[in-house]
Structures are given as C-alpha cells and as structure tokens.
C-alpha cells in the first residue's frame, strides 16, 4: 500500500482492480488534471499509434497475428503463480518482458519494407510502454518510470532487441542485387570501423569527418555516413549494416550522443537500438569503442557502453590518438603507417563530386533548401498571432504540431558542407536570421509564462527577422543557382 499512498499525495484517487493483476481502463479517477503538454504529448503518441496500427493492418498476416498474440497471450496468463501476479516484483518483470516477447513476435511478422519497420517500432515503443504499466499495475500516463530504474532499462533493452530483429528481417528480405544497394567501402581485406555519432553542429561533424580521414591516411578502413551513404540509399539500413557488419565501431561522445542514444531519438537513436541490441546479445567482445569528444564521460557516454574503457579526444592529444590507432592497427593486417598514397586517396574520398552527379546534389540542395525556407517562415507565423492577441500559446503549439514534421533540415546542411561549401557564407547568414527570430520568440515566451500577455513589443522585431530569413533565402537560392551555371 505504499505505493498509493503517495499517489494520494500527490492527488490521485486509486481504484484498483486485482483479479488479474492488470490495470484496466478507469481503475484511475484522477483528481489532479494533466497539463496542456502533457495532454498533446499523449495526443500525439496514440495518434503514432493509430497510424502504425493502420499501417500493419494492411498486411494479410495481421489477423493471424492477432489470434497468436490472444492465443499465447492466455497460455502465458493461465500458467502465472501468484507469486508472478504480484506488482513490481522480480518475478513480475519476467511475466511482462515474456508478454512483451509474444506481442513482438507475432508484430515481427508483418514486417516485409521499411514503411512497415517504422511502423513495427512505433508499435514496440508502445509495447514498452505498456509493459511498464503492467510491471507497476498503474497507468503509465500517470506514473511514468525513473530514468536509472533497472526494471526500466530491461524494458528498453528488451525492445531494442525487437527493433534489432525488425531491420534483421528487413535486410534479409531485401532482394536487389548488391550494387543497387548502400555498400560499405570496404571490398576485401583487413577489418573496417564504423564511426557512430551525432550531428551536433557542423564543426563537429567536420571534426568527425577530420577523424575519419585521418584514420584513413593510418591505413584504417572506414565507414561514415558523411562519405558512404549513397543518394537514395535506407539511412535505418544503412545503420543496421554498418553496425552489424563492420568489425569495429567507433562511438563519438557527446552530450547530444548520449541524449539521442538513450531516448531513442534521431538517427544517433537508431544506432543506439542496434548498438543496444547487439551488447544484449553479446556480439563481438569489444566490438564498441567510445571516443569522448566534449563533456565528460558520466555526462556524454550511452548507459548501455557504461564501464566500457575508451578514448578521450577532447583535446586532440596524440597519445590519445596514437592508442586508438594501437588498438585499431593490432588488428589491421597493413598496420597503421602513414602513407602518401593512402593519404592522397583520403583526399580524393573527401573532395565534392562534380559533372552530373554535382548537378543533381545541386537540384536536390535546391528542393530540400526551398522546403526548409518555406517551413522556416510558415513555423513563426502563429507566434506572431499570439503576440497580436489572436491565439494563445497552446493554439499556437497544436498549429505547429498539426503540421507533421519538417522538412529534412539535417540533408541540406550535410549537402552544404560536403557538396557545396562555397555556399556556407550565405547558409550561415539564414542560421543567424533563425537565430535572432528564436531569440525574439523566446523572449516573448519568457514574458508569456509570467503573465505578460501583451505581445506587441515583440511583433516589429520577430517581423525584421523574418524578413533577413527570406533575403537570405534569396541570397542562397541565387547563389546556388550561378553556381551550377558555373558562374
């Protein structure tokens, strides 16, 4: 009864069903209201739900995995002790990561492209959810887990594992012929490294990409996305087989890394299902290298490489670097020596593409650059509103939200840096335009949350930077196109 009565404290009346030792809908009155984000937030995660769901039901095999989920489902429950219906207990969690096992599996068979994958891990993150609730025999909305909890973490190891299975399947289900496909670098010979990390900034993309090259010129095989993965190529696939495949990888760390790895956010999240998935199945003993680029390592390593021994770049010490490379060239069968001809191939690996293939990364940058400006000055527009008056806040937030997500900010600037670099002078000038805006928008807010309604003061500033984001939109657009006019 501990347990209730701190959900009484904090303003919850519980009703608690016990005959199967599952909580059912409305075994919670709640006496204390969710916030506006708290509600949008789950407004948003079943609405995910909804379209994953709608997604799997059209396979032919959903039905059937319907009847296995409810068929093994009450196999499982009428074998459970009592000991195994009791909440939050040892033997409880195995009941539910069994239960959670059943659900996916059954999930897993519907998994034949990569629509369906991502729609399967919806599913499973929702399973995770929902195990929990049936671990703790409280509604998950209402009492949400601890971060450090390891009853939580085994959850969430439990369905990496599930996502690691998906793209297994999906990559052996894949019938193109190799060429069509992403191909690691690495066609023979010797074992390759895998660079994971995070998009951070673009300094510290170009630092990585430094890296990359510089392992390269000592005589070590590398794959990075910045150099491998190919136009029109699975990014998620890509992932899978880089990680699997490769022999070693290296992980950046950073706060950011750290953040995206373990929420499971980005494509740094997608990686850390993988990387997850592979420790709990215990494939390649000191396969993981952690590299710590900035912070420290509590505040920047991923909790599942925790106690693992690495390496720390921060300030580019070439012991550092020199033991990396030890421990990289000890199984290298050139070895790790400088050479001018592996040098000059990092070179020529880094060097933007030029003819037709420029021409068409200049009209993607062009598509996806346009998309961006679009989406950048449409997102300002209903704060304005709220600074007029017309709307509040939370109206604002749902138009925002409504919307979907947004065009893929992160291509264009990999397009820029990599294909374009001439073009950075000008992307920088629309960065600062976003910036000031944010700046605007933030202050505003600021003023918002402690009551100060009155937003006019902001709406001359938040309209100048508006306005610096469309002349610098221009500005880019008409640079870019004198650039592929050769001009």
Same mark, same amino acid.
């Given at each position: 009864?501990?347990?209730?009565?701190?959900?009484?404290?904090?303003?919850?009346?519980?009703?608690?069903?016990?005959?199967?030792?599952?909580?059912?809908?409305?075994?919670?009155?709640?006496?204390?209201?969710?916030?506006?984000?708290?509600?949008?937030?789950?407004?948003?995660?079943?609405?995910?739900?909804?379209?994953?769901?709608?997604?799997?039901?059209?396979?032919?095999?959903?039905?059937?995995?319907?009847?296995?989920?409810?068929?093994?489902?009450?196999?499982?429950?009428?074998?459970?002790?009592?000991?195994?219906?009791?909440?939050?207990?040892?033997?409880?969690?195995?009941?539910?990561?069994?239960?959670?096992?059943?659900?996916?599996?059954?999930?897993?068979?519907?998994?034949?492209?990569?629509?369906?994958?991502?729609?399967?891990?919806?599913?499973?993150?929702?399973?995770?959810?929902?195990?929990?609730?049936?671990?703790?025999?409280?509604?998950?909305?209402?009492?949400?887990?601890?971060?450090?909890?390891?009853?939580?973490?085994?959850?969430?190891?439990?369905?990496?594992?599930?996502?690691?299975?998906?793209?297994?399947?999906?990559?052996?289900?894949?019938?193109?012929?190799?060429?069509?496909?992403?191909?690691?670098?690495?066609?023979?010979?010797?074992?390759?490294?895998?660079?994971?990390?995070?998009?951070?900034?673009?300094?510290?993309?170009?630092?990585?990409?430094?890296?990359?090259?510089?392992?390269?010129?000592?005589?070590?095989?590398?794959?990075?996305?910045?150099?491998?993965?190919?136009?029109?190529?699975?990014?998620?696939?890509?992932?899978?087989?880089?990680?699997?495949?490769?022999?070693?990888?290296?992980?950046?760390?950073?706060?950011?890394?750290?953040?995206?790895?373990? %929420?499971?956010? &980005? /494509?740094?999240?997608?990686? @850390?299902?993988?990387? =997850?998935? !592979?420790?709990?199945?215990?494939? *390649? +003993?000191?396969?993981?290298?952690?590299?710590?680029?900035?912070?420290?390592?509590?505040?920047?390593?991923?909790?599942?490489?925790?106690?693992?021994?690495?390496?720390?770049?921060?300030?580019?010490?070439?012991?550092?670097?020199?033991?990396?490379? %030890?421990?990289? &060239? /000890?199984?290298?069968?050139? @070895?790790?020596?400088? =050479?001018? !001809?592996?040098?000059?191939?990092? *070179? +020529?690996?880094?060097?933007?593409?030029?003819?037709?293939?420029?021409?068409?990364?200049?009209?993607?940058?062009?598509?996806?650059?346009?998309?961006?400006?679009?989406?950048?000055?449409?997102?300002?527009?209903?704060?304005?509103?709220?600074?007029?008056?017309?709307?509040?806040?939370?109206?604002?937030?749902?138009?925002?939200?409504?919307?979907?997500?947004?065009?893929?900010?992160?291509?264009?600037?990999?397009?820029?840096?990599?294909?374009?670099?001439?073009?950075?002078?000008?992307?920088?000038?629309?960065?600062?335009?976003?910036?000031?805006?944010?700046?605007?928008?933030?202050?505003?807010?600021?003023?918002?949350?402690?009551?100060?309604?009155?937003?006019?003061?902001?709406?001359?500033?938040?309209?100048?930077?508006?306005?610096?984001?469309?002349?610098?939109?221009?500005?880019?657009?008409?640079?870019?196109?004198?650039?592929?006019?050769?001009?």
């Amino acid at each position: 009864m501990g347990n209730d009565r701190i959900l009484a404290k904090m303003g919850f009346q519980l009703k608690r069903s016990c005959a199967l030792g599952y909580p059912q809908k409305g075994d919670f009155a709640q006496s204390k209201k969710m916030t506006p984000h708290e509600r949008r937030a789950i407004r948003a995660r079943r609405a995910a739900l909804d379209g994953a769901v709608s997604v799997l039901k059209k396979h032919p095999r959903f039905p059937a995995a319907q009847v296995q989920i409810l068929a093994r489902s009450k196999e499982l429950m009428d074998g459970l002790t009592e000991q195994e219906k009791q909440w939050a207990t040892s033997a409880r969690i195995a009941v539910v990561l069994r239960q959670l096992d059943v659900r996916a599996e059954a999930y897993l068979d519907l998994v034949d492209d990569m629509k369906s994958q991502e729609a399967f891990m919806t599913v499973l993150n929702n399973l995770g959810i929902q195990a929990w609730g049936e671990y703790t025999g409280y509604d998950p909305e209402l009492v949400q887990p601890i971060a450090g909890d390891p009853q939580v973490d085994a959850i969430r190891q439990r369905v990496a594992h599930w996502v690691g299975e998906g793209y297994k399947r999906l990559m052996n289900q894949e019938s193109k012929p190799p060429s069509d496909e992403t191909q690691l670098r690495p066609e023979s010979g010797g074992p390759t490294v895998f660079v994971s990390y995070s998009w951070d900034s673009p300094d510290h993309k170009a630092w990585v990409l430094r890296l990359a090259n510089r392992l390269t010129a000592n005589g070590i095989k590398v794959v990075i996305d910045q150099k491998d993965l190919k136009l029109g190529a699975r990014t998620p696939a890509f992932m899978e087989r880089s990680v699997s495949e490769c022999d070693r990888v290296l992980v950046i760390c950073t706060e950011t890394y750290k953040q995206r790895f373990d %929420d499971r956010n &980005g /494509g740094a999240g997608y990686e @850390g299902h993988i990387i =997850t998935g !592979e420790i709990i199945n215990q494939v *390649g +003993e000191n396969k993981f290298i952690p590299v710590l680029r900035c912070g420290d390592w509590k505040t920047a390593m991923p909790t599942a490489l925790s106690g693992v021994y690495g390496v720390d770049l921060r300030s580019d010490l070439s012991e550092e670097y020199v033991k990396l490379i %030890d421990e990289l &060239g /000890g199984m290298n069968a050139t @070895g790790s020596h400088h =050479t001018e !001809e592996v040098a000059a191939k990092a *070179g +020529e690996d880094s060097a933007p593409s030029s003819g037709s293939s420029r021409r068409e990364r200049g009209e993607e940058l062009y598509q996806v650059a346009q998309g961006f400006f679009d989406a950048l000055t449409t997102h300002y527009l209903p704060y304005l509103r709220v600074m007029a008056g017309e709307l509040t806040y939370n109206e604002a937030l749902d138009i925002t939200i409504s919307r979907g997500e947004s065009p893929n900010f992160h291509r264009m600037e990999f397009l820029v840096q990599v294909d374009f670099p001439e073009l950075l002078q000008e992307f920088n000038r629309i960065l600062a335009a976003r910036d000031s805006a944010n700046e605007v928008m933030s202050a505003h807010k600021a003023a918002y949350k402690v009551g100060d309604t009155d937003g006019h003061r902001y709406i001359a500033p938040m309209k100048k930077a508006l306005e610096a984001i469309e002349r610098s939109a221009a500005a880019f657009k008409l640079r870019l196109i004198g650039t592929l006019r050769g001009r």
